[in-house]
């Protein structure tokens, strides 16, 4: 990645004219069956600009309730785009047709419209839970039964890819727009491609510069989104299969409790003692294994590209010292 940065054809990007940009947004496009793609600064940031381009302020938007969107994205959809989120509590993650169809509003003059219907997958707050086809299928179905429009917030829709077999572009044909990232499994450095139709990603493009998402010389970092899509992208089975393991390692730790039965990519859920979440991770990072707290009693464990199998024993040999202690 380092290599094809250093040797990336760029040009200014705010003017449409970085080649590798270009080439980035092509192949993702291609790759995820839409017409077009932009690439754009961050995950979040293509989450907002997708909300902002299908909605209208005043409007209302569905969403899982514990969604990035809903609790990482600091309010955005209000401040950004005018509209109020209507949090539905999933099963681990996963919308229920039944419930997304009640919380859509009636046609009321004391209601906001419910314009939009957004769904993350995999579900990060879940553990990395994938959103089955069907399952999406029939929640876009409702959604559209409704009039409403939807967004995928596929940041690691290439995990649900990998685990399942299902190309990308299934879940993507479905949506309106699809959001995936670049820096997540895919291990690039910085960037998330927001893709749609024509028209709305033109329109995407004016809401990307209005956020300041507008770059010059981005083709250096398209570069190595570029390298994460065409070599890291095959690749993630390995992490998903080390990210088991990890699970079953942690399982057998003290106080610990961890089912690698419940990973189905590559996220590790570990539950402790009801406090004791952030004592155990700044006790890894002590030791040089990195995890992050989610909440009181759940430390969360990534595996990606630069986590091989002896760091996964390590990682599981540190937890089990530190543990003792």
Known sequence: ???????????????????????????????????????????????????????????????????????????????????????????????APDAVEAAFRPADAHAPPTS?????????????????????RALVGVARRRGARVHLDGARLWNAEAATGVPAREWAA?????????????????????????????????????????????????????????????????DHARARRLAAGLADVAGCRADPGAVETNIVLARTATGAAPGVVQGLAARGVLAVPMGPETVRFVTHVDVGDVDVERAIAEARDTARR
């Not at 290599?3 to 980035?24: H, I, N, Q, S, Y």
């Not at 939009?116 to 999406?136: C, K, S, Y």
């Not at 927001?194 to 300041?212: D, P, W």
């Open 1 to 95: 990645m380092r290599k094809a940065m250093a040797e990336a054809e760029v040009g200014d990007d705010g003017f449409g004219d970085d080649p590798t940009v270009r080439r980035l947004e092509e192949r993702v496009a291609e790759t995820l069956g839409k017409e077009a793609a932009v690439f754009v600064p961050s995950g979040t940031m293509g989450n907002q600009v997708a909300i902002r381009v299908l909605t209208s302020p005043g409007d209302e938007v569905v969403v899982e309730a514990e969604s990035h969107t809903v609790l990482y994205e600091l309010a955005g959809p209000a401040v950004i785009s005018g509209v109020q989120l209507r949090p539905v509590p999933g099963e681990g993650g996963v919308l």
């Open 116 to 136: 939009l219907l957004v769904v993350e997958n995999t579900h990060t707050v879940a553990g990395g839970r994938i959103v089955p086809l069907e399952r999406f």
């Open 174 to 238: 479905l949506a309106d727009t699809a959001m995936v990232s670049m820096s997540k499994g895919l291990g690039a450095p910085v960037g998330s491609l927001l893709a749609g139709s024509r028209e709305t990603i033109a329109a995407a493009r004016r809401v990307r510069k209005m956020l300041g998402g507008g770059m010059r010389q981005a083709g250096v970092l398209a570069a190595a989104a570029l390298v994460g899509l065409e070599r890291n992208r095959p690749r993630l089975g390995e």
